[in-house]
């Protein structure tokens, strides 16, 4: 994270394709909550030549402000993975003129239907999208079904198998707390540690399907993933439960084969200290059921 007292530059493209070169008096840091589903597109991160969620923001940024800045986000989903509630960060020159419900009403007129702007602030000037989060929260959905729902089935794993859910909660718990997760992550090509710590995990039984929530202050790379399809080989008895810890213990890459769709996994939730991100709500695809 940035300090308030330190001096940076940041670069800011004009439509001209100019670098402004801007001391950190003359920028003002804009958030945004942004909401997405995944199909169709190779993943967030930007990527020339790819249809990606950050290149569709930043198309969609430049039209409305002028600006074509760089563009933070709190995680950097994979292809076919959604967000209910993905948070991004983004420096504009101070003087430019920005009024956050305009902005979103002409982001959204702009981008690919696949993509919302749902909440946008001025936040204060060392806001990090990323560094500043305190957890992450994910979803992985799986549904059961001898057929698609087209409705629902672009956010789920259809399965036909009954899932044991005693055997996933137990395999599960192994989970909780401080673990090198080499075996679930694909390794980094920079030798960083894949060490992380899991602070929540819990299935929950749903009409239909299985819900599986996990929280963590940061994942690595196909790591929620790779725990839902062990815990889907638990939960459909191809692996026993004992099989988590051992998997673990193992810290190796192909201890853990299956790697779940990524159609199942939502990012859901971004934390950070109280006060920091601004009020809003939004309802899911389950009746009644409504989140702010």
């Known amino acids: 994270m ?5 001096s940076f530059e940041i670069h800011i493209t004009d439509p001209q394709g100019q670098d402004m070169d801007l001391s950190h008096s003359d920028i003002k840091i804009v958030g945004a909550i942004v909401s997405y589903l995944g199909k ?3 993943g967030f991160a930007y990527q020339p030549q790819q249809a990606t969620v950050a290149g569709e923001l930043l198309r969609a940024i430049e039209i409305c402000l002028g600006e074509k800045p760089k563009l933070t986000a709190a995680g950097r989903t994979d292809a076919g993975v959604h967000a209910r509630a993905q948070v991004v960060s983004f420096a504009i020159s101070r003087g430019r003129q920005f009024e956050p419900e305009r902005f979103v009403k002409s982001m959204n007129s702009l981008l690919d239907e696949r993509i919302s702007v749902r909440k946008a602030w001025i936040a204060g000037e060392d806001f990090n999208a990323r560094y500043s989060a305190r957890y992450r929260k994910y979803l992985y959905r799986f549904a059961y079904g001898e057929t698609r729902d087209p409705l629902t089935g672009g956010t789920s794993w259809l399965i036909q198998e009954k899932l044991e859910l005693s ?3 137990e395999g599960a718990q192994a989970l909780l707390g401080e673990h090198d997760f080499s075996s679930f992550c694909r390794k980094d090509p920079n030798g960083a540690s894949l060490t ?13 399907g299985v819900d599986l929530w996990i929280t963590a202050s940061s994942f690595c790379h196909q790591m929620v993933r790779s725990i839902a399809g062990l815990l889907y080989q638990v939960g459909t008895l191809k692996k026993s439960p004992g099989y988590v810890v051992e998997a673990l213990d193992a810290r190796d890459r192909s201890s853990v084969k299956l790697l779940a769709p990524a159609s199942g996994l939502t990012l859901w939730e971004v934390g950070y200290d109280e006060g920091v991100l601004p009020r809003w709500t939004s309802c899911t695809n389950r009746p009644g059921e409504c989140w702010s």
């Open 2 to 6: 940035i300090g308030s007292d330190e």
């Open 196 to 208: 992380r710590r899991v602070e929540e995990i819990r299935l929950e039984d749903i009409t239909g």
């Open 40 to 42: 169709g597109f190779s």
């Open 167 to 169: 055997k996933m909660c």
